[in-house]
């Protein structure tokens, strides 16, 4: 009679717990039809209330309240509930209820029995987070816009659209450090645009100032991608920065005997020398009158390398935009000089004058062919309309004035 006794009690608190799972089971059930149906919110939304019910009497009833599979179903319910509010005030408790019920599932579960459970309300988490950082970057809430994505980030650590959200709002809120860990992980992923991220990347390391990072970024960069224009044009400025230009310009005459017919390798060397030429110019205004002629000399030498760096450039393409450009800024650049200075000349210098102007007109008309050849290659750069404006002020030729004024006036706003 007592084993009698026993096996009914046994059989008796198996059939309690069993009813008290049906409960979790029809939460489970009516989730994964809201799930089937996400697409139909008119059908996916009733069961979704109906998992929410169903799991809540789970979460009050006794023997399921510590059931590692309740909290990962809560946190599913809960989850989506939250995605799916758009206001912020009555969706944040739904989230929080998730947030808490996915880590008492990570806590209880430690078999791993509901592992498919926990990563799919993990996901719906984080899209949580995700689409809270959109509004709050829009909004221009950068900090809070990063805590947003850091937290999508974690849940979906190989994601590149976490971490370079997460970089990006790092960046905008000038927490540098948090962007260059991103953007460096950013690099080690098969992100489609990973090729740009190491000149973002440089210029992060630049404006928290570590040239150091930033050079080795870009010295990285080019071994992936050697004919990348704004990486080498990065490298050659930090170089200069740093005072290597005579390493960075033998760097780039050794690669030019290895690759003669290389374009690029001639547009970059022009680039050092121009870079090294305005530097000296923009020393001169600020120079004693002793050390002028030598900075002038300095920046005249510099540009006429640059030209015939530029010119052998264009050899190899006659139609190679920022050479024919660059090409016509260091030969106008002269010009601009002579013409000032002509127009320094006291009055009763007549002749000089002339002379000086003769020289002026003269060199303005040698840049004339590369600086009408860049507008013809790109008609919508500023750079190449404001030089070749630039000449027609030289040749005081009023008519061109006025229609390259137009044409710099219709150029779209940045």
């Not at 935009?321 to 090409?327: D, Q």
Request: aromatic share 8%.
């Amino acid at each position: 009679m007592k084993i009698k006794f026993l096996m009914v009690g046994i059989l008796s608190l198996i059939s309690a717990t069993t009813f008290a799972q049906k409960d979790v089971n029809t939460a489970q059930t009516e989730f994964e039809k809201y799930e089937g149906l996400r697409t139909q919110p008119a059908l996916a939304i009733p069961s979704l209330n109906k998992a929410k019910e169903a799991i809540d009497k789970a979460v009050a009833n006794a023997k399921t309240a510590n059931l590692p599979k309740t909290y990962a179903v809560k946190a599913n319910i809960y989850g989506s509930l939250a995605e799916l509010d758009t206001v912020a005030t009555t969706s944040l408790p739904l989230f929080t209820a998730a947030e808490e019920a996915l880590k008492k599932a990570k806590e209880l579960d430690t078999k791993g029995e509901n592992k498919a459970l926990i990563d799919n309300a993990n996901i719906s988490v984080g899209r949580y987070q995700l689409n809270k950082g959109v509004k709050e970057y829009q909004a221009g809430k950068y900090d809070l816009a990063y805590k947003s994505f850091d937290s999508y980030r974690t849940v979906m650590p190989e994601d590149t659209n976490a971490i370079l959200y997460t970089g990006l709002a790092a960046l905008n809120s000038k927490n540098y450090p948090a962007t260059i860990t991103n953007y460096n992980k950013l690099l080690t992923t098969k992100y489609s645009k990973v090729e740009s991220v190491y000149g973002e990347l440089a210029t992060v390391y630049l404006a928290n100032k570590d040239t150091t990072g930033a050079l080795k970024t870009v010295t990285d960069g080019l071994v992936k991608y050697p004919n990348n224009v704004d990486l080498r044009r990065t490298e050659i400025e930090i170089s200069l920065q740093q005072g290597k230009q005579k390493e960075v310009l033998d760097k780039i005459l050794s690669a030019i005997a290895n690759d003669p017919k290389n374009k690029d390798l001639y547009y970059y060397a022009g680039l050092v020398y121009s870079q090294v030429g305005d530097a000296a110019a923009q020393k001169i205004a600020k120079a004693t009158a002793a050390s002028k002629a030598a900075l002038q000399a300095e920046k005249d030498q510099n540009f006429q390398k640059a030209a015939e760096m530029y010119k052998k450039a264009i050899e190899i393409d006659a139609n190679y935009f920022e050479a024919n450009l660059n090409l016509g800024y260091v030969i106008i650049s002269p010009a601009i000089d002579a013409y000032n200075a002509a127009n320094k000349l006291p009055a009763n210098q007549q002749k000089a004058y002339e002379a000086a102007m003769a020289k002026a007109n003269a060199q303005f008309d040698l840049a004339k062919p590369y600086l009408l050849k860049a507008v013809e290659l790109n008609p919508k750069s500023y750079d190449a309309l404001n030089n070749l404006l630039t000449y027609y002020k030289g040749k005081k030729d009023t008519a061109n004035i006025t229609k390259l004024n137009a044409q710099i006036n219709a150029l779209p706003k940045n």
